[in-house]
């Protein structure tokens, strides 16, 4: 992880960050009590059972949020975006793993100052409040996706809500790999793929630069298989 100078005009040596959550919050921002880092692809932004000093906002890249089960498996709860708000749980210690899915620049605020934080700027309570209230959201649906859904119900949803969460319309060029998205949907590789293949041939999507592209031939049908 690069770090950035700290507000105090002092700098924090790269080998003590290789946690966000093991060292103090480095760099300058929009906001007192916060800081700039940096993770690289597939770096760890802070692991479960970690205390949960900070909570973040991504600035840039994606981050994914998730734990590994008892058998092995791997669970992906969520994809966090760029405005997104990620990290800032009911108790001490962070119950999920959170790492970059690709490049990302995050902001760390300090839980304890969550309170001053929103006191003394309502305009960025505001904003917090909303991202966290749409994270909420998203979680619901992602619990009945999980349980009620086909793996064509369910990578139709995928693809609608990235298209609707980065700019580009109907154009969506997924950060994550597909190993990712099968963990997220409760699929297996193998699925993902064969189910990607077969709605390019029924018309539902096209795919470009190595499957990381999806363009939205028929968004209608897929909204139907969303509903």
């Known amino acids: 992880m690069q770090t950035f100078t700290a507000t105090s005009g002092s700098r924090i040596p790269a080998a003590l960050a290789m946690r966000a959550a093991a060292a103090m919050p480095r760099g300058a921002d929009e906001v007192q009590h916060a800081a700039r880092q940096r993770f690289a692809r597939g770096e760890e932004v802070f692991a479960e059972g970690d205390a949960g000093t900070f909570f973040y906002k991504v600035v840039s890249g994606t981050v994914r949020t998730g734990k590994l089960l008892a058998d092995g498996r791997r669970q992906i709860d969520a994809f966090h975006l760029a405005g997104d708000?990620?990290?800032?749980?009911?108790?001490?210690?962070?119950r999920f793993t959170?790492?970059?899915?690709?490049?990302?620049?995050?902001?760390?605020?300090?839980?304890?100052?969550?309170a001053s934080l929103v006191h003394d700027d309502p305009e960025f309570g505001e904003l917090l409040m909303a991202?966290?209230?749409t994270?909420?959201?998203?979680?619901h649906d992602h619990?009945?996706?999980?349980g009620?859904?086909?793996a064509l119900e369910k990578i139709a949803s995928f693809l609608l809500d990235m298209a609707s969460r980065r700019p580009g319309a109907d154009k969506v060029v997924l950060p994550m790999q597909r190993t990712d998205i099968a963990d997220h949907l409760g699929l297996t590789?193998?699925?993902?793929?064969?189910?990607?293949?077969?709605?390019?041939?029924d018309g539902l999507i096209r795919l470009a630069e190595a499957g990381r592209t999806v363009i939205l031939a028929d968004r209608a049908a897929l909204q139907l298989l969303d509903a």
């Open 85 to 94: 708000v990620f990290g800032l749980e009911s108790g001490d210690r962070h």
């Open 98 to 114: 959170a790492e970059a899915v690709d490049d990302v620049v995050v902001i760390a605020y300090r839980r304890s100052r969550f």
């Open 131 to 133: 991202s966290m209230l």
């Open 135 to 139: 994270s909420l959201d998203r979680a």
């Open 143 to 146: 619990m009945v996706l999980l």
């Open 148 to 150: 009620r859904k086909t």
């Open 189 to 201: 590789i193998e699925t993902v793929s064969r189910t990607l293949t077969q709605m390019v041939r």
